[in-house]
């Protein structure tokens, strides 16, 4: 049938749940009559809560164009990002999105998802890409005016959602994972600084610690551990000095990430699953204009940020989103605590030779014991300005 018309008013979202409840309510009397060793006390529990419930109702989702009210998002203006908010995604590699969709929705979702996602003997959601097609209502998520916004604001206007995406339903007694960073469908070398691709997820349901939240580790998304070709790790490197963050969020929270951040799932010490469904979203075009974002100054607005030995890879990141074709700030060349020995000098010499500061640069991106890759990554981006 057509899909229904977008209706915003609080008689039609009600329609749209009893029409939810109701197929529900099929669904149950379906499964009572077919299966006739159903005791009369656990018909009345909830199929998501049995024991070895029938869960064939996926192959008839309920949250399908049928019974899905879309909510056209499109006239109204996406959210935008601030300079602040940008420059922390620059140097965190994430950002928890509040919901602007009701409460309602997302425990309509979850209990379709209940329904609808199954783990396949692999341990895998068998829904796999189809999800958005399986379960339509996923695109006013992600089409949302906050959502759109902070895509726009770090990919640019022309984004695509890529045709990739998965639903992971994590059981109780889910194990923790290892520490890793996703490839790109088995190509594991091309990694980018700059937001070239994002990863979104959605969480339905509130998500304590105890329902194991995905962790990142804010700032890694620069780093490669010994290798690019290595992207699993049991715990971090100690010259990273980073510590992991768990994505503890509401109902509704869209956490975007860098796609290059280092990551895992952690273990499901409840009694209900835990959903999250990943998308990704690429950037088309580098930025050639003005800056995709609610812009008001050209200058690095972390300014306490600035001694740091990751500095200067930040301001060339900010600069690049920018398009701006000169730094915004003198910090690239300046020298940190934890960072190489940079020199303040950067004429060159009277004989046409390298400049003190391009020498010392070099040395220190040669030399595997200074700084580590901390330091590494702060000369190489530092010569860049030479």
């Known amino acids: 049938g057509k899909r229904q018309q977008q209706c915003t008013s609080t008689s039609s979202l009600s329609q749209h749940q009893q029409l939810i409840i109701m197929s529900r309510q099929q669904h149950k009397k379906q499964d009572s009559s077919s299966s006739s060793s159903s005791s009369s006390s656990s018909s009345t529990l909830p199929s998501s809560k049995k024991k070895g419930a029938d869960r064939s109702t996926k192959s008839t989702p309920l949250d399908n164009p049928s019974l899905h009210v879309p909510i056209d998002n499109s006239i109204r203006s996406p959210t935008l990002l601030t300079d602040d908010q940008i420059a922390n995604f620059i140097v965190d590699g994430y950002i928890v999105i509040p919901s602007d969709l009701s409460p309602a929705f997302h425990h309509t979702f979850y209990e379709n998802a209940e329904h609808i996602i199954e783990k396949g003997k692999n341990g895998r959601s068998q829904c796999g890409n189809n999800i958005l097609p399986i379960m339509p209502s996923l695109s006013d998520v992600y089409d949302s005016p906050s959502v759109r916004g902070v895509l726009q604001s770090l990919l640019g206007p022309d984004y695509l959602m890529?045709?990739?995406?998965?639903?992971?339903?994590?059981?109780?007694?889910?194990?923790?994972?290892?520490?890793?960073?996703?490839?790109?469908?088995?190509?594991?070398?091309?990694?980018?600084?700059?937001?070239?691709?994002?990863m979104a997820m959605y969480y339905p349901q509130d998500t304590p610690l105890p329902l194991g939240p995905t962790c990142i580790v804010p700032r890694s998304q620069y780093m490669t551990k010994r290798s690019s070709l290595d992207r699993h790790a049991d715990q971090m490197p100690e010259e990273w000095n980073l510590e992991e963050k768990p994505m503890v969020c509401d109902a509704g929270s869209v956490v975007i990430i860098h796609y290059d951040i280092w990551h895992k799932g952690l273990a499901n010490n409840a009694d209900v699953n835990r959903y999250m469904f990943k998308f990704q979203f690429v950037r088309m075009n580098a930025p050639t204009d003005a800056p995709s974002w609610r812009s008001a100054s050209p200058s690095w607005p972390l300014p306490h940020l600035h001694d740091h030995p990751l500095m200067p890879v930040w301001e060339y990141v900010w600069t690049w989103m920018r398009s701006s074709s000169s730094p915004s700030s003198p910090s690239s060349t300046s020298s940190s605590p934890n960072s190489p020995s940079s020199t303040s000098s950067s004429s060159s010499d009277q004989?046409?030779?390298?400049?003190?500061?391009?020498?010392?640069?070099?040395?220190?991106?040669?030399?595997?014991?200074?700084?580590?890759?901390?330091?590494?990554?702060?000369?190489?981006y530092a010569l860049g300005r030479h």
């Open 351 to 380: 004989d046409g030779a390298q400049p003190p500061a391009s020498r010392n640069l070099l040395q220190d991106i040669r030399d595997t014991t200074v700084g580590g890759e901390l330091g590494r990554l702060h000369a190489a």
């Open 162 to 198: 890529h045709p990739h995406r998965h639903p992971h339903m994590n059981p109780p007694g889910f194990a923790e994972q290892r520490l890793h960073r996703d490839s790109f469908w088995g190509y594991i070398k091309p990694r980018h600084h700059t937001p070239m691709m994002l």
